[in-house]
């Protein structure tokens, strides 16, 4: 009843509902936008996409994130964030636009890089914008339910514009292509830009800080202290063991997440009935997001009841039998119970490995590490589908693949549950 009563005085913040809007309408737009590169790059009949093609899509989308991550504090505490919040939006409608051109005009394939590659670049500063200005809409008491409901219903509309995007492209197919899904993202990002006018003028900070140093010594300085923060993680050992997981972690989901593209591109559906493919597709990534759902509220139960770490061992063993069976039987029906499954997987070690690097690092380093953890876990992703390149076939059926990714989350459960005991039997 308490935590029924806390959300209902969070949900009542007229302020943090604002906020809320302007980044659930933006990350739908997001899904919108991805289901039109996916269905132009990966689905198109025209294209017979490899696992080289899935990752440079997969790099443009989550590189960005990593190479600037570190630097956009920097620029949020200096910019007022509402405005950044409106600007983002607007400005991003201009790759966005331009994606739409290229793909109409069947334009080069280097242009469209450059375009996403700019779009989600700009996205980086909304996501941080909206997780900085958090705490200027609630109650400091309040802020730890925030940070679990805003992400996770962002995740959610995320999914939902996956969801609509395809079954709009279903119904919608012989009047209008895939230009057509990314103008509706455009429209999308507008309306978040209209929604975040809807808040006051620096209500959202940051606060004047006297005495503040140039912005050119402020950038260099974010070098130096991702150094420092990684000095301090190396002095961490939960902290640095809990990455190491997840970067594990993030490496046999990826890719997992390959392979699954290309079972629903050219083994579980006709290969010439891409429309198939990408709905079948749209459904996995539905079915994975009520995983990262269930996670959100499984795992707050879970770890009262037993340590973060045994719990993010349960997960990952969780994976490690899904991934084979069902997974290993190569149905649809099969691929999406494990999609849950692994959806689950994801979510909950993410969050307790959230909690494990928030609890054993100190707070003035925090940021620094946080960033870290993002270079990490986009990275090794990243990595995966470039692995994947070569370990993956053309149809994503592989039983040594199902083995090999099977047997690798087990042996990171293994070697994290030898490692907590032995930290258990040092402790005196």
């Not at 980044?23 to 936008?33: P, Y």
């Not at 830009?193 to 260099?220: F, I, K, N, Q, V």
């Not at 420092?228 to 997440?257: C, D, E, K, M, S």
């Not at 070690?349 to 940021?367: E, M, S, W």
Request: glycine share 8%; net charge positive.
């Amino acid at each position: 009843m308490s935590a029924a009563r806390d959300l209902r005085h969070l949900v009542a913040g007229r302020r943090f509902r604002q906020l809320l809007a302007v980044r659930l309408t933006s990350q739908f737009a997001d899904g919108v936008f991805q289901v039109a590169l996916a269905s132009y790059v990966l689905f198109s009949p025209e294209r017979q996409p490899d696992t080289g093609a899935i990752a440079v899509a997969l790099a443009a989308v989550l590189l960005p994130f990593s190479v600037l991550g570190p630097f956009a504090g920097v620029f949020l505490d200096r910019w007022d964030r509402r405005r950044t919040l409106v600007l983002s939006n607007v400005v991003r409608t201009v790759p966005v636009l331009g994606t739409a051109a290229v793909i109409s005009t069947g334009g080069h394939d280097l242009a469209l890089l450059v375009l996403v590659i700019i779009a989600f670049s700009i996205n980086r500063f909304l996501l941080a914008g909206l997780s900085a200005a958090l705490p200027r809409v609630v109650q400091s008491d309040e802020l730890v339910l925030a940070n679990s409901l805003s992400p996770t219903l962002g995740t959610l509309a995320f999914v939902c514009g996956l969801g609509a995007a395809a079954a709009l492209r279903r119904i919608a197919r012989p009047v209008g292509g895939d230009d057509w899904t990314v103008v509706l993202a455009a429209v999308g990002y507008l309306a978040a830009a209209w929604l975040a006018t809807r808040l006051p003028p620096r209500l959202l900070g940051p606060d004047d800080e006297p005495g503040r140093t140039d912005l050119r010594h402020e950038l260099g300085h974010v070098v130096s202290g991702l150094g420092a923060g990684l000095r301090h993680l190396q002095a961490r050992p939960a902290a640095a063991a809990a990455l190491a997981v997840i970067a594990a972690h993030r490496f046999f989901y990826g890719l997992n997440t390959v392979a699954t593209i290309l079972l629903y591109r050219n083994y579980l559906n006709n290969p010439d009935d891409t429309d198939a493919g990408l709905t079948g597709l749209s459904v996995v990534v539905l079915v994975s997001g009520v995983g990262f759902v269930l996670a959100a509220f499984a795992t707050p139960i879970a770890t009262r009841l037993v340590r973060a770490q045994t719990w993010m061992l349960g997960l990952l063993c969780l994976a490690a039998v899904a991934e084979a069976f069902p997974g290993g039987l190569y149905t649809n029906e099969a691929v999406l119970a494990a999609a849950l499954a692994l959806g689950l997987t994801a979510q909950g070690v993410k969050i307790c490995v959230d909690t494990l690097v928030q609890t054993n690092v100190d707070d003035a380093f925090r940021g620094r590490v946080f960033s870290l953890y993002d270079v990490v876990f986009n990275v090794v992703f990243v990595a995966a589908a470039a692995v994947g390149t070569v370990a993956v076939p053309a149809n994503g059926k592989s039983y040594p693949l199902i083995g090999a990714v099977s047997l690798g989350y087990a042996c990171t459960a293994a070697g994290y549950a030898a490692w907590t005991r032995q930290r258990a039997m040092m402790v005196p």
